[in-house]
Each structure stands twice: as C-alpha cells, then as structure tokens.
C-alpha cells in the first residue's frame, strides 16, 4: 500500500519563528511536491522536486524553502513564520510523467497555525 | 491559461439520490485527469485517472468519464458515507497539476 507521512498532523507556532514540515514518502518515487490548501483558494503548489537535491518553484514559493537531501524525503521551511501562512499543508509523490502511473499521492496534511 | 472549474460547489442529496459532478477544464495537450476524493481534515485520496477521451472507470458507485473538454463524476445510489469534497485535476509543464477548487457533496440518510 502506498504511504506519505508527515511529521505532524497538528503545530502551533509563534510568529517569526523558523518552522520544518517533514514528509516521507515509501514508494521510491522521484517526484514530491508541497502545497498549501485554503478555502476557497483550493491546492496551490509552493515547491516541486523532481530528483535528489532538485527544485522547482511552484506558483506560491514566497516565504518558503525547501531540501530534498534524499529521495524519500522532501522537507518545507518557514523560514520567518507570519500569521499569512496558518494554512493546511500537504506533501504528495509521484512516478514522473511517462505514460501511465503518475498520480500524485498525498500525505495526511499538517494543520499550522501561527498566531 | 490553463485552468480547471467544478461545478456544483456544493451538493446536497438524499441517500439513493444519484447525481453527477463536473470538471471542465481549458488545457493544451491533455496528459490525463484525476479524481480525488478529501475528507474533512485530510489529505486528498487518489480515485480515478482518465487518459484518453471516451475513458470510463469504475468504483463502487462512482463513475468517472472523460470527453475532450471535461470530465463527470457520476455517483449511483450514494449513502452517507461518500459525502466528501471530490477535486479534480489536470497536469500542466511536465509533472506538475492544476486543482479545481472540488464539489463538496453531503449525502443524507
């Protein structure tokens, strides 16, 4: 069965701290991806990695890093957390684009507040 | 621009009560289209991909069908338990998806 995990379901942090979001994924795909998901705005992607060490910029990246030292791991970091960006998260895998297979499976989410 | 609209935003419906949700979308080169279905507080849940008009694909009692320029979900005799927010999506500049904003259906006993 296919699994991402992430650190937290739950993290309540203080404005201007430095946050870490964790996501594992068990599928030995080559993709990962981390979105921010609000009402009404929907799934909007902040960063991709389509390899060890590689990123792409997503349509929302301000505010935001990310480190992909191995290839099950991908990390998201607040590097000065601001009320703005109390969201839920979600990290996803996926097999690259190559015909068929290449659904994005998503992890359980991290609720963040920051206040 | 590539983009991609549900529609309903919302739907209420009786159990047993079968009904249909869209997902047009204004893409160049269409790869496939997935559903997903989200629970309040989780993470999206892979359902279906569509690759090619005409596709058809089967889940308990959820249909999912394609044509060139959108996509339905039909839900046959639904109970309680398949309220959930459906999303659809379509990728876009290599592996990357766009999301519509999804149909958020409540089924009533």
């Known amino acids: 069965d296919v699994k991402v995990t992430q650190s937290s379901r739950y993290l309540v942090k203080r404005t201007g701290e430095k946050v870490f979001l964790e996501c594992v994924q068990d599928m030995d795909h080559e993709n990962m991806f981390w979105y921010r998901q609000d009402p009404g705005l929907g799934l909007r992607l902040i960063y991709f990695s389509y390899d060890v060490k590689m990123k792409e910029k997503g349509d929302i990246p301000e505010g935001y890093s990310v480190s992909r030292e191995k290839k099950e791991r991908f990390s998201l970091i607040l590097e000065s957390a601001s009320t703005n960006q109390t969201s839920m998260y979600l990290c996803a895998s996926s097999r690259p684009w190559g015909g068929q297979g290449y659904e994005q499976y998503f992890g359980p989410g991290t609720r963040l507040t920051v206040t | 621009e590539d983009q991609v609209t549900q529609s309903p935003e919302a739907l209420r419906l009786q159990e047993g009560e079968s009904s249909s949700l869209n997902c047009s979308y204004t893409?160049?080169?269409?790869?496939?289209l997935f559903w997903y279905r989200q629970d309040p507080g989780k993470g999206p849940e892979f359902l279906f991909t569509l690759y090619s008009a005409g596709e058809e694909k089967e889940k308990e009692r959820l249909k999912a069908t394609l044509t060139k320029k959108e996509s339905f979900l039909h839900i046959t005799a639904p109970k309680p338990e398949d309220s959930a927010t459906y999303l659809c999506?379509?990728?876009?500049?290599?592996?990357?998806?766009?999301f519509g904003t999804g149909t958020r259906l409540q089924v009533f006993p």
């Open positions: 893409v160049s080169g269409l790869r496939g």
């Open positions: 999506a379509v990728p876009y500049n290599t592996d990357k998806l766009i």
